[in-house]
């Protein structure tokens, strides 16, 4: 029952059907799967013209199969889209978004370490993410999930992000 | 508002021309306006989707990512355009997500999104749009612009057709004006002449010649008639003026005849008088003389005698007649009663025998030649004993009869009457219906009567049955 019940929240989220009270993860996953609409990725960045766009989820995330529902059948010019779960560790620079889950401050910094030079889109839900070098960072206003976006650090990797979106988000940098 | 039949030629030249070239002019901006009217209607809707359109694709984010803000400063956007009076961002479920109210336009954006589409209703033009994010719907735009703008145009339209109506009508008027002359001009002028000739009746008139076109036909036409009611009116003056002449020469030439003729007969009459005198006179001598005369020499020479004396009466009859056709009237009041009255006391006296009943009745008072008058009598009364000899009793009624202008004086008899055939015949001179053994006579008394009363401007006739008595009337004219 709760999982048929997700299940449409997820669909009614999908179509931005501004239905609330849905959970802040699962507005969460699928903000970070509609992200991918308003940002252009280098040609380089994927193998081929059919080759899928990486979602990666790294650390306890609480978002559960929600995310993976919302890119079910779902395209990106031509391409599917792919959930992948990262342990600790793994290599993410194959990844296109990169969600890190939870204040996970020290593992930031090493993180985007490694993706220097990698085409991918991190979001996170840490407070301040977007200023410590995250380019989406989530943050919560009373009951909403908004999000500030540092244009910037997204250019600085080769990503191009929607005035679109930029208009939406609460806070820039650069 | 007189009928447009009855118009002046002129007038309806200029109002043909006018309302044909105003009329033209009004169909033509009429067409114009709703062309142009609907043009600005499609160019409006075309502006206002395509607006939607970019507004939608600026809202896709807000809608997707549930930014009611955004949206709202998307929408306000339109605020800069004052022609924008609502608009209105519907999440997918269609539920009212952000919307745009200007303060001074009423109306708001409605709580749910109508069909996609552009349309005009309640005065403004909404354009609905969906807003898509990578093929997928993800809401609803709802744009709802003033139409004063169309309003404006077509009013700036109207008022312009209005001025060019205007110019172009007084213009049509102007130039109808000027150049209706050209054609009014030789229709006016023969009808001009048309009315000349028949109010004046004078047919040496003649209408301006024109051009080749049918009023020149009808033009020469015209005229050509006039020419030939001008030369049939002078070749019947010429007639007339022939016949007239003619009639003054034989009217001429018969009195002449007439007179001497008269003249004649009344020297001839009088010549004959003084040898019938002689003979008269010598035969008394000659039968005094002669005393031994058988009888039948003496019924001889009563013969001559006899003969003789009936000469003379017809010699005096005749003397009497040229000289009622000669003699100057006199004229002065008579009164015919009176008149009537001694011609009857003398008829009376002539033969004493006869008993005849006089019915007198009134006579008025004419204007006459007494004498001559009383010869009219004298010869109507004298017939009328005459001819009712025999009639036991003679009746013989004399009457007049007031008629317009005249006064009919009747004589009536119940003697032997005539054949109505010959009543004109009996007015002659000489002539007889009798024979003059059977009722004697001159043959001269009619004649002498109806010369008399026609030389008073009267006439004479009668009317009569064999056996039933004759009616011999005569008129004289007298002021009513």
């Known amino acids: 029952m709760a999982l048929l019940t997700r299940a449409l929240l997820g669909a009614a989220l999908l179509g931005a059907a501004p239905v609330e009270p849905a959970s802040e993860a699962e507005v969460k996953a699928v903000y970070l799967f509609q992200f991918t609409k308003f940002v252009e990725w280098p040609a380089g960045a994927f193998a081929g013209p059919r080759s899928p766009l990486t979602l990666c989820l790294l650390g306890a995330e609480p978002m559960g199969g929600v995310l993976e529902r919302a890119v079910e059948r779902e395209t990106f010019a031509g391409r599917p889209y792919a959930v992948r779960r990262l342990e600790a560790g793994e290599d993410p620079r194959s990844c296109h978004v990169l969600f890190l889950a939870g204040p996970e401050r020290g593992r930031l910094a090493r993180v985007l370490e490694r993706l220097s030079g990698s085409a991918t889109l991190t979001v996170g839900e840490a407070p301040g993410f977007a200023e410590r070098g995250g380019m989406i960072g989530f943050v919560r206003e009373g009951d909403k999930v908004r999000f500030e976006i540092d244009q910037a650090a997204a250019e600085a990797a080769g990503l191009k992000v929607s005035a679109r979106l930029l208009s939406l988000g609460r806070r820039r940098k650069g | 508002m007189p009928r447009f039949a009855d118009l002046p030629f002129r007038r309806k030249l200029i109002l043909v021309i006018t309302g044909t070239s105003v009329l033209s002019l009004l169909l033509a901006c009429v067409g114009f306006i709703a062309a142009e009217a609907s043009a600005a209607r499609r160019g409006m809707a075309a502006v206002l989707s395509t607006r939607a359109l970019m507004l939608a694709d600026n809202s ?4 997707t990512f549930r930014d009611p803000e955004v949206g709202a400063a998307v929408l306000a956007t339109l605020d800069a355009d004052p022609r924008m009076a609502a608009a209105g961002l519907y999440a997918a479920g269609g539920t009212l997500f952000a919307s745009f109210t200007r303060p001074d336009a009423a109306g708001e954006p409605p709580a749910a999104p109508p069909q996609d589409g552009v349309r005009i209703s309640e005065g403004r033009l909404r354009a609905v749009r969906g807003v898509h994010l990578e093929g997928r719907r993800v809401g609803t735009i ?4 003033d139409l004063t703008e169309l309003y404006e145009t077509l009013a700036r339209l109207v008022a312009a057709a209005l001025c060019v109506l205007l110019g172009a009508g007084l213009a049509a008027f102007a130039l109808a004006r000027r150049f209706e002359r050209l054609v009014s001009g030789p229709l006016l002028a023969l009808t001009e002449t048309a009315r000349a000739v028949s109010e004046r009746g004078d ?20 005229n050509g008639m006039l020419d030939q009611i001008a030369a049939r009116d002078a070749a019947l003056r010429e007639t007339a003026g022939t016949l007239e002449r003619r009639v003054a020469e034989r009217t001429a ?16 009459a009088h010549d004959l008088r003084a040898p019938l005198r002689h003979i008269d006179a010598f035969l008394k001598l000659l039968s005094e003389r002669l005393t031994g005369l058988d009888a ?6 009563d013969v001559i005698a006899s003969a003789a004396k009936r000469m003379g009466a017809m010699i005096d009859g005749l003397i009497g007649l040229a000289r009622t056709t000669r003699a100057e009237l006199e004229r002065g009041p008579v009164d015919l009663r009176r ?7 003398e008829l009376t006296a002539q033969a004493p025998a006869r008993a005849v009943e006089w019915r007198l009745g009134e006579l008025p008072e004419v204007e006459g030649d007494e004498a001559l008058l009383r010869v009219v009598l004298e010869n109507l009364l004298g017939n009328a004993v005459k001819y009712t000899r025999g009639r036991e009793p003679a009746v013989i009624e004399v009457g007049a009869r007031r008629e317009p202008g005249r006064v009919v004086v009747s004589v ?3 003697g032997v009457g005539f054949d109505m055939r010959y009543a004109e015949k009996l007015w002659g001179a000489f002539q ?9 006579g001159t043959g001269i008394g009619l004649a002498s009567a109806r010369r008399i009363v026609a030389r008073h401007g009267g006439e004479t006739w009668a009317e009569a049955e064999p056996g039933r008595g004759a009616t011999f009337r005569f008129s004289l004219p007298m002021k009513s």
Do not use: C
């Open chain 2, 60 to 63: 896709a984010a807000a809608l």
């Open chain 2, 253 to 268: 030439d018969l009195a002449a005849m007439n007179g001497e003729l008269e003249a004649f007969s009344y020297s001839v």
């Open chain 2, 339 to 345: 008149l009537a009255e001694a011609v009857r006391a």
């Open chain 2, 296 to 301: 039948e020499s003496r019924r001889h020479m």
């Open chain 2, 412 to 414: 009536k008899d119940n």
């Open chain 2, 203 to 222: 047919y040496s008139l003649r209408a301006a010649p024109g051009g080749r076109d049918e009023l020149g036909t009808l033009t020469s036409a015209f």
């Open chain 2, 432 to 440: 007889r219906m009798h024979r003059a053994e059977e009722f004697e």
């Open chain 2, 142 to 145: 709802y744009l709802a612009q």
